[in-house]
């Protein structure tokens, strides 16, 4: 086990599938997915004092995950989305608003907790709503090391909010639509990644930035050095949750110190791995991970 004490913060819900109801949100997912590869993190979200917010809770406890801060509203239910999956590359989601998640409270214990960790993981989406976003602007300013997991979901995000998050961020990880999209507040002709990043590391002072390529692969920028991946071909069941898992193994390498190009690959590996499950959190293990990269020696640019 990794002795790394990360904190992810933000929506934990249910995914409503046509095959059924599955966990999920960003935060909850990327915390499944560290844990799976030996970290085990810290979740603070809120659920509601109903049924799937039980539920909920004895997922999280069944992934081996603590509870503690994951908080119980009385006034709103427990958050879903309704997920179209007839594009099984790219999943859109219905979410339903207002729900528990959007309301978050600041105390004491949140607030230590969030300064002792060495990471302080957060999206864009728990910021639509003024309670949650208020917890988070609090957090941000105890955090040590700020990760950025965006998440532009119409029509829950601005311009400003989204600048400000940048602005507060050590590590920003995006898709290629979302590198796009945001280039154009700029008037920034989209000639490539790597002139969008650049000016979006610059502009903002970002230390880090990654984008994902879908089946392209995947882009790093840090220490003002850029590394590529070129992906790996697997046979897709779903891509729910890919994203999130490539988050947490990129992490997961970073964290213990591994070369930024092996880094990309094993978090390219991983998420490709999860998208031939069906679902967003698999149990895919870190030994799993290094079979299927032993398997396929593809090289880092």
């Not at 965006?150 to 898709?175: C, G, W």
Request: charged fraction near 20%.
């Amino acid at each position: 086990m990794i002795q790394k004490n990360i904190v992810c913060f933000g929506e934990m819900l249910w995914d409503m599938l046509p095959t059924g109801k599955q966990a999920g949100g960003a935060p909850m997912n990327v915390a499944v997915h560290l844990k799976n590869l030996g970290i085990t993190p810290t979740i603070i979200s809120r659920v509601g004092n109903d049924e799937l917010g039980e539920e909920l809770m004895a997922f999280v406890c069944e992934k081996g995950l603590s509870s503690t801060f994951i908080q119980h509203g009385k006034t709103h239910l427990t958050g879903v989305a309704k997920a179209n999956v007839s594009d099984k590359n790219e999943v859109v989601y219905k979410l339903v608003h207002p729900v528990a998640w959007d309301y978050i409270t600041y105390d004491e214990q949140v607030e230590k907790t969030v300064a002792q960790a060495d990471v302080f993981i957060f999206g864009s989406l728990i910021a639509r709503s003024q309670e949650s976003k208020t917890t988070l602007y609090h957090l941000l300013e105890q955090a040590k090391y700020k990760v950025f997991d965006v998440n532009l979901r119409s029509p829950f995000y601005d311009q400003e909010t989204i600048e400000y998050l940048l602005a507060k961020a050590d590590m920003v990880k995006m898709n290629s639509h979302e590198l796009s999209l945001i280039a154009t507040w700029y008037n920034e002709q989209y000639e490539s990644e790597k002139k969008a990043i650049l000016y979006l590391a610059n502009r903002f002072n970002i230390s880090t930035i990654c984008v994902t390529l879908g089946e392209k692969g995947a882009m790093l920028f840090t220490n003002g050095i850029f590394y590529e991946h070129t992906g790996f071909v697997v046979e897709v069941t779903d891509t729910i949750g890919s994203g999130d898992a490539f988050l947490a193994a990129l992490l997961r390498e970073l964290l213990v110190e591994q070369k930024p190009a092996e880094a990309l690959r094993f978090a390219c590996a991983t998420g490709s791995l999860v998208a031939t499950y069906q679902g967003a959190t698999p149990l895919l293990s870190y030994e799993q991970v290094q079979a299927f990269l032993a398997n396929n020696k593809y090289p880092c640019k």
